[in-house]
């Protein structure tokens, strides 16, 4: 898993434990929509006493973006099942539909109604059905639809969401995840006799979990993630696995139908080890379990090849680091001759597809901030065969994407351009072209900033940072123009040369916007990944700030007009950066995490952050949490600094930026402190009136001290004017 240790990322540990619960959220979240909620509706279609096109893009173009995901092609390659999300102005959220592609022709038609969510499409093997989750009725279950009558079928009537949706062989079952609520701990009782109408308050909450909740889920509600089979025609669910585990996907059929894969932490300590899993073989006749890896790490994501003699599956060694690349590893099916493949490639695989001759497994990977997908063969040589992924998000420039492969080796994905969200794309025979074009007419209208790579190296040891600027539309060459350094979080992940709508929307106020990968970042390898293992904060900063040199060098960057902000890890980040140097005019620190006690101690990943990011717990060594927390810089603060969480935010909890609002506050630094209603760590920017408005509020804060701002005390010394 390569974002394991990722503050704006699932920790694996809450991937394996909360993905239902987190599925659940969204089946909540999307039962708001009414039924009779019409299609997503346009800011384009506002009515305007405009004389003309509004050529700069506002926060008002958010509604009128759209964006692919998780694309399937089928077995003959001759369809792509997708899921499209547009958003709507009248319900301010992301619908999501699945669209279906003619590969030879490109036209598409809607396959599921527009009133309604509908993701996660999977084909049958024959590739005659296509399988779906879908809110039509109210809240998630699974569909079926047979592609040639154009008719679907609702299959369950399940409490939660169905995950991990995976088509037996014979494609009469499919197998599935969902969480099955438990009864809890349980301590007394209210008193008895409640008269009749009488209103007493809501019985007490009983928490005994070391992850009690979940950013994006919320207070988790006691219940472990299981498997499942139903019949593919419907009928009732069986499930086939049981006890106080979580029992997640992706999930891989035998060739023969009798058995199902997956991967879990079945152990007794596993909330409190949360880089832990196995590969299991669970017996559909029996339910009997057999464990096929033991090692310490998480292994996951087991995919049997096309023979059935073969398990390909992704994990590595536990070191008690920060970060660690993903292997590929191949077993035989019953987990004897475990071999990596992938011992000496420096990137960490994901996404495992066996190639349909059984030679080769196809995997997506980072590098250099692109993702690609590479064929890894069995004698472990590598190729790259397609490129441009993009899909990491819509506010900022992540790399992410998604692909399938067809038996003809046929690759659907999604991808883009810096100008560009992503798109259904497919690679056959070398050659690779668009299949959709969601946002043309936006395209056709805006003025977009241009997006270039720029490097630096170091000033701390030479090492290179690459970096993306994307400029004002219209930049003239030797213009020097204010410049925003963005630093994105995780800490481990990448920036890369994919659209985002923070940063075009502060290049159209006249911003320069850096986009950097400083060490931590994924994508260059283990080595520079863990080039802050035990000490974040700390040289990355350093990085940062010989890029910035760099842009004023290149005679793009103003440096007397330098601004600073960033999420999560880059929120951290900008709040370190400005108890260390005072060379911009003013910052805007998001989501940050700001006192490493309080953020191992209150966080959904109190089992990792202590001992894998700062090397022990709070309370074995406290000062090695407080000289990397930024809180300890603070008296240093001389930048007026915004602060901006999400109000349900409980990755880096709230409590994070009140700590730091107020010690800014009591030294008397211009701040303010805007939290997003409603919204959660991962979800800051979901919803697009508040992501547009979170946007314009940084880029207020930024024009208000644009000239930067003077301490009281340094004034009264300053010398007056003649």
Known sequence: MTRLAALGASLFALTLALSSQAALAVQDESTEVSANTPPAASASAQGSEQSGPNRRFTGADLFDLSIAADPQISPDGRRIAYVRKSNDIMTDRARSSIWLIDTATGSEIPITGMMNDAFSPRWSPDGKRLAFVSTEGGSAQMWVRWIDAGESVRLTGLPSSPGSIAWAPDGNSIAYSMTVEDSGLQLGSQPEGKPEGAEWAEPLEIHDLVTYRADGAGYLKPGFE?????????????QLTFGPYHDGGPLSWSRDGSTIYFGANRNADWQTDPVEG????LDIASAALTQLTTRDGPDSGPVVSPDGRLIAYTGFDDAGRAYENADMYVMDRDGGNIRNLTTDWDYSPDGLQWDADGRAVYAQYDVAGETRVARISLDGSVRDVA????????????TGGSFSVADNDAIAFTGGTPSRPAEVQLAKGGDTRFLTDLNRSLREVKALGEVRKIT???????????????????YREGQRVPLILEIHGGPFAAYGPHFATDNQLYAASGYAVLSANPRGSTSYGEAFANGIDKAYPGNDYFDLMSIVDRAVELGVADENALFVTGGSGGGALTSWIVGKTNRFKAAATQKPVINWTTQALTSDGAAFFGPYWIGAQPWEDPEAFWKVSPLSLVGNVETPTLVVVGSEDYRTPVSESEQYYTALRLRGVPTALVKVPGASHGGIAARPSQSAAKAAAILAWFDKYRTGWTPPAAAATAPAAN
């Open 387 to 398: 490129s441009g992924l993009s899909g990491g998000g819509l506010d900022r420039p992540y």
């Open 456 to 474: 630096a190296s170091s000033s701390f040891d030479g090492q290179q940072i690459d970096g993306w600027l994307t400029l004002p539309p219209g």
């Open 278 to 281: 196995d590969i299991w073989a």
């Open 226 to 238: 299981k498997i499942f089979l139903v019949p593919a025609t419907g009928g009732a669910p069986r």
